[in-house]
């Protein structure tokens, strides 16, 4: 492609819900997956929930030829699921992951043991080099209650931030997943517009696929239903975001979504419908800029609003701190009560032992239980705590920032 | 200083042992480092361990009409200890949280509830755009048989790949900190060569302090004399780096350490020395390009020296995941066998109760703490498999492009 003053570039992005023992006809989807990758030959292939390394490694062996290069993004107990298949050498990675991702305690959403992370992968083609990060933020189990909406505002700001400081060398930004936002959400506006990013459906010159390009749908045979009864055509959570950030641009020619059952099969490739994208970049004269002020004064609102959420989130976790304290305090003080009372048997002070000592040790031992308990989710809603007041603060300064240098924003 | 050929930048940096309830003599010393802070007038502050938000605040207050800018980087339960003064206003700001850092389970180490990070502030001074890093890398309990070593080199890792990922846009690099390595360490050589910082120690042009440049040593009053036996002028732990990225020179002109008392005291600022850099930038007609060829060669050597280190934990982690493994899997076997045994004494299958009731609660009891306590650990220790494994894959990665693309090194 050298020397053509306009590259395409074909992406690919999908949640792959491939858990183990727990996902649907998992290893026939990830063959499935793998077989369609390998005939329509994209130039970046961006996977989330590859929680099994097994599966990635098929995978690869798989792809090999037509996608030479490859990598898994491991963390947490479980891994990060995150992994990126390249037609073009990958110079460099990094990964980061995010400093709250739910509550460990919550073991039927299991968020937690993910270690959720955003990761970058660095490209270079035809002389234009590509930051391309791929990242799973943290589900939405209930929208009108969702107890996890600070956890998931925090990860968008990270994910922003980690953009902005590692994609100062880029000429372009792509981000590819499962943000778990719906479009017009706080976290969706705060994260493109704190980085600039595009939406490649908003941008498309031709769109193919679920009506309002949703990604998760009622008729996909694996959605649950009664999930999707207040949005009956489904909902977009899965993107694909770029910016220019020197002087090239960058046009979304074609977004299309796959639309239910892969071909020649009677199941789809995920719950989640793939999208993608085919890219121009072209090199031009002069850096695109956008309005600023306008620009500004969207970030500056978003910026409130979001801090607005983690002030909310802030405040039940140092709610959840205290009672958790109080209760290993109260804990602690039923043991040393039991303490003196064993003790005072044992030099003879009561006449008798008043307890049975079944229910005595029985009762100790749910004190120690107790306790420890209560110091774990102790420590764990301290982290919680200070992780949100530092990121309250972080957007405090950005909005500082934006009043006093409203030009570098 | 607009229009001078050349930036004259002061630089401090202490890790300030401000652990509450167990450094001694900690709010005095505190002062006392805030009125030579006040005193000195330095251009930037690095601090570390001031685990005390309160004690950060005080600074802050005190320090206000000299530093007018300052950050507390958050994390992990206590804190990451770590904070910044500046005479610059500070544009922007990251912290990264090292993936591994210690054992929860090695309460008398206490660095794995630290959440042990690197934080990076950004400023702008005479248009010269400063990444500015602090750190503090796991301790070195016992330097013969250093079971940190793979956590640390894992963090001077991505440490080191934090910083190449995020000071691209930078003009000038500078890293303070405590590192928890001795000079001529691997992990200090990883970190050098892997990112082509210098160390203001062997660069300055004058020097003044205790010998060899060291920071702990045995004359401070602090100081714990029977780790240092083997060294008897001390060791080099705390660090000022820099590097400029493009076009510009720094030339450090004048290293210092503190030596024991503070003026006009009888007690040390910290039981570490001082760092205090002055170096010189200077904006040059082209950027200085090192002998590549050579640098690499080292590079290489040096990634795989600490990979080989990386493999030592990774094999040592596999190991203690194997075992608590089997621990947890033993403890559900018995809660099980008593479980059958118990529903048999209930069907009326057994004559009588087999076991005394007291015993068998107890055993039971045991069985559940052990069956948590071995789940718990054997989840941590797959995280560090998982991490170790990570970054032994990167640095792979690395070696490969060393040999691939030479020139990109």
Redesign the interface.
Known sequence: MEGHPTLQLRIFDLNCWAIRYLSKRRQERVQLIGDMLRRERFDLVLLQEVWSEQDYGNLKVKLGGCYPFS?Y?????I?SGLCVFSRF?????????Y?LNGYPYMLQHGDW?C?KSVG?VITEISGIVFNVYVTHLHAEYCREKDAYLPHRLVQAWELA??I???S??ADVVLLGGDLNMHPEDVGIRLLRSWTGLQDAFTEATRFEGCEDGCTLVPNNCFTVKTELMPFPLGIRIDYILYKAVSSFTVKCEELKTTMGTAPGTDIPFSDHEAVMATLHIQRQGQAAGASLSTVELTLADVVTEARTEVGVGLRAAQRQRYSTGRMAVLALLLLLLQAVAALGALAGLAAGQPFP??SF??LA?LAIGVLLLATSLH?FH??EV??L??TEE?MR?VLW?LQ?HPS?G
Not at 73 to 77: A, H, L, P, T, Y
Request: proline fraction near 2%.
């Open positions: 990598h993004f491991r963390s947490g107990v891994g050498p990958i110079l460099d990675t990094l990964l980061y992951q400093s043991f270690g970058l931030q980690f902005r400081h590692t100062k060398a000592k079944l040790s029985l031992f420590l301290t982290i200070k992780m007041q530092g972080q300064m920032a006093e570098d």
